[in-house]
């Protein structure tokens, strides 16, 4: 049975408790959000001393699996820049933890403790940034 975390409510925005459906009173919201199970799908990109992270994006009240991709160990790279692409749709990406992860550090954060997992959040209510 996967564990149960609360979210950080204080990194929350209020905009973004808002944008679940009307206001924050109002709204749905979860009162805790449900962590992917630690049982990563492991099998998808398993290959010889190669390491599988899998992504995990959380829509519509659960954890979905966006991507998993096998890195090896000695060249982090991929992960670094599957985070980066990320961040540049103005996603969010954490650790098992719920911690913010930056490009980095994403590898020895998605590996911490055996998970090979990051997670990933993005707002609805973020305006579209306007290129020049």
């Known amino acids: 049975m996967p564990r149960r975390r609360s979210p950080n409510w204080r990194?929350?925005?209020?905009s973004t408790r808002r944008a679940?459906?009307?206001s924050a009173r109002e709204g749905s919201w979860p009162s805790q959000l449900e962590v992917p199970s630690r049982k990563a799908e492991q099998g998808?990109?398993?290959a010889d001393d190669m390491t599988t992270i899998t992504f995990y994006v959380y829509?519509?009240?659960?954890?979905k699996v966006d991507r998993v991709i096998a890195v090896d160990p000695s060249d982090c790279s991929l992960v670094e820049m599957a985070v980066w692409k990320y961040k540049r749709r103005d996603m969010f990406?954490?650790?098992?933890?719920?911690?913010?992860?930056?490009v980095a550090s994403s590898f020895r954060e998605a590996t911490a403790g055996g998970n090979n997992v990051l997670?990933?959040?993005?707002?609805p209510d973020r305006p579209e940034r306007i290129l020049t």
């Open 11 to 14: 990194d929350l925005s209020h």
């Open 20 to 22: 679940h459906k009307g």
């Open 59 to 63: 829509e519509w009240n659960e954890w």
């Open 93 to 102: 990406v954490y650790n098992m933890k719920m911690k913010t992860v930056d």
């Open 119 to 123: 997670l990933l959040v993005q707002f």
């Open 44 to 46: 998808r990109a398993a």
